[in-house]
Nanobody, 115 residues
Framework: QMHLVESGGGLVQSGGSLRLSCSAS????????VGWFRQAPGREREGVSC????????RYAGSVKGRFTISKDNVKNMVYLQMNSLEPEDTAVYYC????????WGQGTQVTVSS
């Protein structure tokens, strides 16, 4: 059974850092693209970052480029999102996903950045 579980969210002050983790079971991440989306209250879900399977390239939304870093550990079957220099605008529920023709989602983890 395929399952994704995010962790690492919480409350942090502006300028602080958090590291989100996504544990994948039932997947072999060697064969999946992975990424993160977020959804703030009253806003649509937006892509934050992804790591493609084809060439292991990374992509970032303009609003997080230079502050967030996505990584993947194929041995541990984990996906990470290191978030630095957090801003109140980063407050949202963060979701990880895996994709290989079909996209699978985790349940989300709340990130709240106070000013």
């Amino acid at each position: 059974q395929m399952h994704l579980v995010e962790s690492g969210g919480g409350l942090v002050q502006s300028g602080g850092s958090l590291r989100l983790s996504c544990s994948a079971s039932g997947f072999n991440l060697d064969y999946y693209s992975v990424g993160w989306f977020r959804q703030a209250p009253g806003r649509e879900r937006e892509g934050v970052s992804c790591l493609t399977i084809s060439n292991n390239g990374t992509r970032y939304a303009g609003s997080v480029k230079g502050r967030f870093t996505i990584s993947k550990d194929n041995v541990k079957n984990m996906v990470y999102l290191q978030m630095n220099s957090l801003e109140p605008e980063d407050t949202a529920v963060y979701y990880c996903y895996t994709e290989n023709g079909v996209r699978y989602w985790g349940q989300g983890t709340q990130v709240t950045v106070s000013s």
